[in-house]
């Protein structure tokens, strides 16, 4: 059976990425041989529709299920849609991740578990903003419309 693990790195020893959409790679396993290949997940620098990009690279490599963090809903519909069993909850290694699905400790989800846009970040001004800003100097101590005067 061909497993996905979304990964922060590209082996057996990274650890589970909590994120599905925007995780930093896919590891794809074997779980008769533990044979893996890891992929670079393209999607997670998508202006929007990640979870949906990253669930077609997924379904394109002949997974049947996906073990995960978390899932948001547009992947989880896109995945669902495609046949693919989703787990979340799931940390540890990628290698620990597998090996506790194949014992049968490991559940599948019924229902998105994060609202959309979860894993967008990175300081990149996702928010925070209070739109204060007047855009001519105001508020900083300046006369005269922004220009200082010589005294």
Known sequence: MKVAVSAVG?????????????????????????????LENQARY??????????????????QVVLTGQVGPNAYQALSAAGIQIVTGV???????VMKFKSGELKGTSA???????????????GGGRGMGMGRGMG???????????T
């Open 112 to 126: 998105p578990t994060v609202p959309m846009h979860y894993g967008m970040g990175f300081g990149m001004g996702m």
């Open 91 to 97: 940390y540890g290694t990628v290698r620990e991740a």
């Open 10 to 38: 590209p082996s057996l020893d990274a650890s589970v990425d909590p994120r599905f959409g925007r995780c930093a790679y896919f590891v794809i396993v074997d779980t008769e041989t533990m044979q893996f290949e890891a």
């Open 140 to 150: 900083m101590g300046r006369r005269a419309g922004g220009f200082m005067q010589a």
């Open 46 to 63: 998508a202006g929007g529709g990640a979870g949906i990009q990253a669930a077609q690279i997924v379904a394109s490599k002949g997974v």
